[in-house]
């Protein structure tokens, strides 16, 4: 299975390129925009505003060509996140293909002295078998 990067970010709806557990490990995930289901001619994105910059808490996705309009949860269930990787783990590199349907994960988070949930990217690693989690990017 050999997944290809993008080429432009334009080609993305989501894309992060992050260290594991202090530096241990990497991983690298995209996600491709599809084409739009009615007139399949352009790439689904998020609607765009008068200076013609996407609206990033818009929720729902626009086809630029025939303005079909779907929402922002229904769409990204229909994608698929690429990950290359190096496991934090055993080192292994490798890559993996799954559905782009973040889950909740609890982690403790020493700063605060709490545990917390966060949507994350969890997979497991195709040599040793332990989970790798990708979270979404924390406000600080």
């Known amino acids: 299975m050999a997944i290809k990067e993008p080429e432009s970010m334009d080609d993305c709806v989501y894309f992060t390129n992050r260290l594991l557990l202090e530096g241990k490990g990497h991983a ?34 626009q086809c630029p060509s025939c303005k ?13 996140a690429e990950i290359k990787y190096t496991c934090p783990y055993c080192q292994h590199n490798g890559e993996y293909i799954m559905s782009f349907k973040r889950k909740k994960v609890q982690f403790y988070d020493e700063i605060e002295e709490k545990k917390k949930t966060v949507d994350a990217l969890k997979f ?17």
């Open 68 to 80: 079909y309009t779907v929402n922002k949860e229904e769409y990204e269930d229909t994608l698929q």
């Open 28 to 61: 690298k995930a995209w996600v491709y925009r599809k084409l739009c289901p009615k007139c399949s001619k352009s790439l689904m994105g998020k609607p765009l505003d008068a200076k013609g910059k996407p609206k990033i808490r818009a929720e729902e996705y």
């Open 124 to 140: 497991e690693c195709e040599k040793c078998k332990k989970d790798i989690i990708i979270a979404k990017k924390m406000k600080v």
